[in-house]
């Protein structure tokens, strides 16, 4: 029988990387090396002790040991343990920073009101849903007022939440 889950899904890169990597189906991602450039991510990332990445990180759920320069956003939650350095702003509903590990930068906690504790329940922003689809923030937008797409007008701004946008691509996907 076929599983499709994210922990059957590892990938260890121990490696000098540069560039732009997306991944659309979660896995279990760890950086062990260098890493300069974007990085998008559904699952888990780890970034090791000995790495150094100079990236932002958009992802679900994020671990950071070793050192990262630039900003990170996640729909889960983040976890700083040590040794790690963090040199950026951080956007996440959960946040950890373990003794020992360092952040340099703001923190925004996105996604308390109206969130649940699973990833899938996040609120994301208008921004966000744009990242996460690859399209304009004017088209999810259009799409929002026009309510082809789930969301919900807060306080003046767009918010959708993460298990209804991601139930709403695969009813689009088996549209004829």
Aim: proline content about 3%.
């Amino acid at each position: 029988m076929a599983r499709n889950r994210s922990e059957d899904k590892i990938l260890d890169v121990d490696a000098r990387m540069q560039g732009t990597i997306v991944f659309k189906d979660p896995v279990n991602l760890r950086i062990n090396g260098s890493f300069e450039g974007k990085l998008e991510t559904c699952g888990n990332l780890t970034v090791g002790e000995n790495a150094n990445v100079r990236a932002d990180i958009l992802g679900e759920k994020i671990i950071i040991a070793g050192k990262v320069t630039g900003n990170l956003t996640a729909s889960t939650s983040i976890f700083l343990i040590k040794p790690a350095v963090v040199k950026g702003d951080i956007q996440t509903p959960t946040l950890s920073i373990a003794e020992g590990a360092v952040l340099d930068g703001r923190c925004s906690m996105l996604g308390l009101k109206g969130s649940e504790s699973s990833g899938d329940g996040a609120t994301l922003t208008l921004r966000e849903v744009a990242q996460y689809l690859e399209v304009e923030a004017d088209v999810v937008e259009a799409w929002a007022k026009q309510k082809k797409i789930p969301a919900q007008l807060e306080d003046g701004e767009w918010r959708f939440n993460k298990s209804a946008v991601n139930q709403w691509i695969q009813d689009e996907k088996v549209k004829p």
